[in-house]
Nanobody
């Protein structure tokens, strides 16, 4: 089992920045690829970004490319999502997830955090 706890969400004005963190415990963190997903009210959960186990590869949704950066610190068992130039359409609950491959499909991830709310005001 892997336990994931997100933090860092909040209310920010459009154009602002936030950094989300996801702390992992349980099994060896470096054995897992990590992903960030988000779900806005009334919408399906969507892929945001993912990172491979060694951080050698990262992937982004087109909607966040150039604005968000995913990173990880295997020594701290933590994955981050730096979000800049935030837009109202980025408003959602953000979830981190752990899986064996850094894919864009939520089906690839076995473990999920409880989510953290990000609200971007216009």
């Amino acid at each position: 089992q892997v336990q994931l706890v997100e933090s860092g969400g909040g209310l920010v004005q459009a154009g602002g920045s936030l950094r989300l963190s996801c702390a992992a415990s349980g099994r060896t963190f470096s054995n897992y690829a990590m992903g960030w997903f988000r779900q806005a009210p009334g919408k399906e959960r969507e892929f945001v970004a993912s990172i491979s186990r060694s951080a050698g590869s990262t992937y982004y949704a087109d909607s966040v490319k150039g604005r968000f950066t995913i990173s990880r610190d295997n020594a701290k068992n933590t994955v981050y999502l730096q979000m800049s130039s935030l837009k109202p359409e980025d408003t959602a609950v953000y979830y981190c997830a752990a899986g064996h491959m850094a894919l864009m499909s939520s089906d690839a991830y076995s473990y999920w955090g409880q989510g953290t709310q990000v609200t971007v005001s216009s």
